[in-house]
Structure formats: C-alpha cells, structure tokens
C-alpha cells in the first residue's frame, strides 16, 4: 500500500555480568575472611575490606549475604569475639587488655558485643570458665 515492507528483523542479546555467587565471587570473600581471621584488630570496615576485595562496599555487602549468609561487620564481630573468647580463657589479662588485643574499639563496645553474643558479660563469663577449671 504505502511501499514500506518488513525487509528482516534483529535480535539483541547480550549476556549479563556473573552472579555475584559465582566461583570467583567464592575467592573473593574466601580472600576478605582469611585477611580478618589473620588481622582482626584492623580497620575492618566495609569500605576496607572492599578495597581489599577490589568491589564496592555494596556488592561485597551482597555476596557476603548471598555466600555466607551474614554481613562483614557481624563476620567481624565474630572473629573479634573469638578471639577475646579465648584471651579470657587462656589468659589473665585485664578486661581492657582484651579489647584492645581483640581489635574492638572500647571496652564498651567489647561488652556490648560479648553480652549481645553470649548473654552475660565477659567477667562473668571468665569467673564461669574459671570455676569449671
């Protein structure tokens, strides 16, 4: 009728980037983990730990979540635990001591992550595996 016809069509497709749980995706957060289990009084935060990951802070926030089914900073906070966990079983050093040594900013924060963690606080938690001894 008007001289315009259908002369072929096109298709796009074009692949999208990997899945953030991809393989590589596995390295990278198994990298970031070894790095806090080996240097837990650091500066750990999430811009850090992302640099050291060369990614963002929130794609590093979304393949912790997807890989490890956690966040980086409660990932910290339970290395950080472990680590003052022990030190107050293993050792007799003073509360503040142990913070410090655990990579925690104060004592204050040290006891709110110990009570939230465990449900008591860190001295009672030492005299309870001293008594057990």
């Not at 992302?50 to 906070?77: C, D, E, M």
């Amino acid at each position: 009728a008007d001289g315009r016809r259908i002369i072929g069509t096109m298709c796009l497709y074009r692949q999208d980037r990997k899945p953030e749980t991809s393989l590589e995706w596995h390295d990278h957060i198994k990298s970031i983990t070894a790095y806090i289990n080996q240097h837990p009084t650091e500066d750990l935060s999430l811009r850090r730990l992302a640099t050291l990951g060369q990614t963002t802070p929130s794609k590093l926030s979304r393949a912790f979540g997807k890989i490890l089914n956690t966040t980086p900073a409660k990932y910290v906070t339970t290395v950080r635990l472990n680590l003052a966990r022990n030190l107050l079983e293993e050792t007799d050093q003073s509360l503040t001591d142990i913070a410090q040594a655990a990579g925690f900013a104060s004592l204050t924060t040290f006891y709110r992550a110990f009570r939230k963690a465990h449900g008591i606080s860190p001295a009672v938690w030492r005299s309870i595996r001293e008594s057990m001894k």
